[in-house]
């Protein structure tokens, strides 16, 4: 089941992103400043009643675009989800809810080394967007996909 986050949850959000994140950067303090964003949604993603995972949205397009394009800042299982499809689960709900505020397409960023990230994507109907987007704070390059919602 898919919830918004509150301040009560930046443990766990912090906690998780120090876990699957901290080789990309200092994703405990990134995750938390994007909590802080406004614009950005955090989503807490619980499974038998307690906390699995979290996805963070950014509804950023301005008033004048013809088109929305929802940008999903992160998306993590904790260690002990993954593998195990709960991620297809947790992104649908993500693009749904996207989809419901007047999205029409999501983009994100994955590190070229994250090879299980990026085949997760690919499999759920993102493509490379061809544009490069620079690297993250320890160095990766960064490489965006899209698909429509
Ligand atoms: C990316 C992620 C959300 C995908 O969700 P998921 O539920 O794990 O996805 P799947 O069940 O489809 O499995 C993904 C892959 O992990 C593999 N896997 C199998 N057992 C696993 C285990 N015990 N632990 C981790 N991965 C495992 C799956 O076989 C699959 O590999 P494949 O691509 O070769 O088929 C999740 O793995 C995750 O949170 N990763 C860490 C954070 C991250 O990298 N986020 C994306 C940043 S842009």
Redesign the pocket.
């Known amino acids: 089941m898919l919830r918004v986050a509150t301040v009560g949850d930046l443990p766990f959000i912090q906690d998780l992103a120090g876990a ?2 901290s080789r990309f950067g200092d994703y405990r303090r990134i995750l938390t400043r994007f909590f802080y964003t406004d614009g950005v949604t955090t989503f807490i993603w619980e499974e038998e009643n307690s906390p699995a ?1 979290l996805g963070m949205v950014a509804l950023d397009w301005g008033l004048n675009s013809t088109y929305g394009v929802a940008d999903l800042m ?4 904790t ?1 002990d ?8 689960r ?1 992104l649908a709900a993500l693009l749904e809810w996207s989809r419901a505020q007047g999205a029409d397409e999501m983009q ?4 070229e080394p ?1 090879h ?2 990026r ?2 994507f690919a ?1 759920h109907g993102f493509a490379p967007a061809g544009r490069d987007e620079g690297r993250y704070p320890a160095g990766q390059r960064a490489l965006r996909m899209v698909r429509t919602l």
Do not use: W
């Not at 992160?74 to 299982?77: G, H």
């Open positions: 699957v994140f995972g992160a998306i993590a299982l260690p989800r993954q593998g195990q499809g709960s991620g297809g947790l994100l960023t994955v590190a994250n299980i990230a085949r997760f499999r």
